[in-house]
């Protein structure tokens, strides 16, 4: 599919995204080992997390969806059956990698496999904890998907994480369910800790001390009712669309502001950002609140070290802010980000040029000289969600139409996207 965006005046009104993508996996994955029934509002909409969904489905729980509320009747830790056919991840990380971990533990060979992106993401990073617990697990060339998971007892295991990275924590810790004994992760680098509250509030013992986290294997897991907050990585597009285009004055609702996420927030803040979290409370352990953002001009900003780790979905939208800024950007430290969807790097980079906008690459990350005039032009998402959104909001800033290809790929997370950018533009 091909998308037009026109240039755009003010972006305004009271906007509702759809659930967080990271929190529902976690949920759909949790609810569908606990004992009894979950129901979880406001389940992400995305293709992604409907990928997990399948998944649980196939391994033999009856997962149901009405609007985006999604019941699961879990049966316990123990209650997967061997799925008919191999699993398919779609062009989910977070389902491969996170239901490694739990596929690992069960008392079947299982495989699962993913699009030819995913086929093309490292594997070894959960392969390896995953052996040291005692799984025996094949993959393409000994690190990409297909993998085969030969299902078996592991041991609980204390591992340090060698990169940061939140689905690898908790791909350690859904094998460390199923352990006995004490599961210890240690991070180096602080990743979003959206699978410790949710395994705490469907009833296991997770104690976290500094950026320790330490599971007690072989937990009763209880379905309970859960609401999902709305996604602030989603949020991120319209945050920076509405300090991006002039008179804009948008309130987000309702928005998961988890501060291992909320570092978005504060990098916006620091480079001069009109942002406002307005009625902030706890739903179910995670902090949400609405957002108002207004036009501001922006300063400039380095985004490196932990920074660079807590905002890595968020970069390819902040490298358009960053363009048209006083001063520039600078990411470094950022080379898990060649490693996504599709290398982030090199296709900010290609739709960059595509725009006339002067970048300059580094293995990892990007320099962003400020100032720079947005001009018209043909972009491609390379079929990443993320690149699709950024810029889409980079061509409200344009001298004229703007086409992106690919632009169905934004449905990974954020279907509604198109229609919400078009109400936000008042058309
Ligand atoms: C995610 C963790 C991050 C992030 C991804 C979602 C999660 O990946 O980029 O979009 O839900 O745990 P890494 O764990 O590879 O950093």
Avoid at 238 to 255: K, T
Wanted: with cysteine.
């Amino acid at each position: 599919m091909q998308q037009t965006i026109r240039p755009s005046g003010r972006l305004s009104g009271v906007l509702s995204l759809p659930g967080d993508k990271s929190i529902s996996h976690r949920f759909a994955m949790i609810a569908s080992l606990a004992e009894g029934t979950s129901r979880i509002s406001n389940f992400s909409t995305g293709a992604d997390c409907h990928s997990t969904l399948g998944c649980v489905q196939a391994l033999g729980i009856d997962a149901s969806e009405e609007g985006t509320t999604v019941t699961i009747h879990g049966k316990g830790l123990r209650g997967w059956k061997e799925p008919a056919g191999d699993l398919d991840a779609g062009n989910s990380g977070s389902t491969i990698r996170m239901m490694a971990g739990l596929l690992a533990a069960q008392p079947f060979t299982s495989s699962i496999f993913g699009d030819e992106s995913l086929s093309r993401r490292p594997m070894a990073r959960v392969m390896k904890p995953l052996a040291e617990m005692g799984a025996k697990i094949e993959a393409r060339d000994g690190q990409f998907p297909p993998l085969t998971i030969h299902g078996g007892e592991l041991h609980a295991i204390d591992y340090t994480l060698p990169v940061p990275s939140a689905q690898v924590k908790t791909c350690v810790l859904f094998g460390g369910l199923f352990a006995e004994g004490q599961t210890i992760v240690r991070e180096p680098i602080r990743s979003r800790d959206h699978t410790e509250i949710a395994l705490r509030e469907f009833g296991a013992d997770i104690q976290i001390k500094q950026r320790v986290i330490t599971l007690q294997g072989r937990p009763t897991l209880t379905g309970r009712d859960v609401v999902v907050p709305s996604d602030l990585s989603s949020a991120a597009f319209f945050l920076v669309a509405g300090l991006l285009v002039p008179d804009s004055n948008l309130v987000i609702q309702g928005v998961g502001l988890n501060p291992s996420r909320s570092a978005l927030l504060d990098f916006l803040l620091s480079t001069g950002a009109n942002i406002k979290v307005l009625k902030l409370q706890s739903v179910n352990g995670e902090p949400i609140g609405d957002i108002q953002v207004r036009h501001a001009p922006i300063r400039g900003g380095v985004i490196e070290k932990d920074l660079a780790a807590a905002l890595i979905d968020e970069i390819p939208v902040l490298a358009v802010l960053g363009a048209a800024s006083e001063e520039g950007f600078i990411v470094r430290d950022a080379a898990e980000l060649r490693i996504k969807e599709t290398d982030r790097i090199a296709t900010v980079a290609d739709n960059f040029k595509r725009m006339g906008i002067e970048i300059e690459v580094t293995p990892d990350g990007m320099r962003i000289p400020g100032r720079q005039k947005f001009r018209a032009a043909n972009f491609d998402s390379f079929g990443d969600h993320r690149i699709a959104m950024a810029f889409a909001v980079a061509a409200l800033r344009g001298d004229g139409e703007s086409t992106i290809d690919n632009a169905d790929a934004a449905s990974v997370s954020f279907p509604e996207f198109w229609g919400i950018l078009e109400k936000a533009a008042g058309r």
